[in-house]
């Protein structure tokens, strides 16, 4: 299938941090409607895997393409960086992430953290984005807390609006960063209940996650990373049911 029929490619992706190097090639697509999973250890790369995907992390080497548009790098002062900021900003808003920590503005309350980047940055009217809005927090079960600030909110909940922030840009592709781990464990379901449904519907997604129910559950294809490198992919009942990694093993315990 041609790169401008497929919403994500990323190719041989490479990234260091002074000179300690954090990924090693590693590749991935993302078709219409798949739900990629990234599993492994802390500090195997996953999260910054999925950082330099829509550009929080400037990738040493490699290609990323959205829906056929390739990302454009220079050099410079020996250093790469994107050629073009303006294309970085609209890479972004069709990868739209959910990040760990949530990272609402305080400042705002929650129908303004949702209509915030459609207003400013896809250019919708005030009144468009608002109405968007709500229906997205009704979906996520928050209609009721439109007007709450993140403070008055607990954390499930905040994800949550987190979650309609992202589903506010249509993304292609939403990117999701480890989005329950700063979860009290009674929160965790109403945000995987959220990320199940959002995978019903087709949505494209590729997860950080620990939560290997979800991954085996719901994953059309599951990455497990080891030290920056794919160790094992494939469908999920085999990485699950049928690991040839003796690290996955380990790393999977008895359970599975």
């Known amino acids: 299938m041609a790169d401008n029929a497929i919403p994500l490619v990323v190719r ?41 995907m829509n550009l929080l992390e400037i990738p040493n080497a490699g290609d990323i393409v959205v829906h056929g548009e390739s990302v454009k790098f220079k ?11 303006k294309q970085v900003e609209r890479i972004r808003a069709r990868l739209s992430m959910v990040f760990q920590g949530f990272n609402l503005w305080a400042h705002m309350t929650l129908i ?25 927090l009704e979906r996520v079960g928050l209609a009721d807390r439109a007007d ?6 607990s ?37 995987l209940k959220v990320m199940r449904e959002l995978a019903d519907e087709g949505r494209t997604m590729v997860v ?29 009942e085999d990485v699950f049911g049928n690991p040839s990694s003796e690290r996955l093993k380990q790393f999977l315990g008895p359970r599975f």
């Open 155 to 191: 954390g499930g909940q905040q994800q949550r609006g987190a979650i309609a922030r992202a589903l506010a840009m249509d993304p292609e592709v939403m990117l999701f960063d480890e989005p329950t781990s700063a979860l009290d464990p009674e929160l965790v379901g109403d945000v």
């Open 208 to 236: 950080v996650t620990h939560e290997m129910d979800f991954a085996r559950d719901v994953s059309s294809q599951v990455i497990y990373l080891h030290q920056g490198r794919v160790e094992e992919a494939g469908k999920p």
């Open 12 to 52: 041989d992706l490479h990234k260091s941090f002074n000179d300690n190097p954090v990924l090693e090639g590693l590749s991935l697509e993302a078709h219409e409607g798949d739900v990629i999973s990234l599993i492994g250890a802390s500090g195997s790369g996953k999260s910054t895997f999925l950082r330099c």
């Open 148 to 153: 709450y600030f993140p403070a008055q909110l």
């Open 112 to 136: 303004g953290n949702v209509i915030e980047a459609p207003v400013h940055v896809l250019g919708k009217s005030k009144k468009e984005a608002r109405e968007h809005a709500m229906a997205l």
């Open 75 to 85: 050099t410079r002062r020996g250093e790469r960086e994107p050629a073009d900021w």
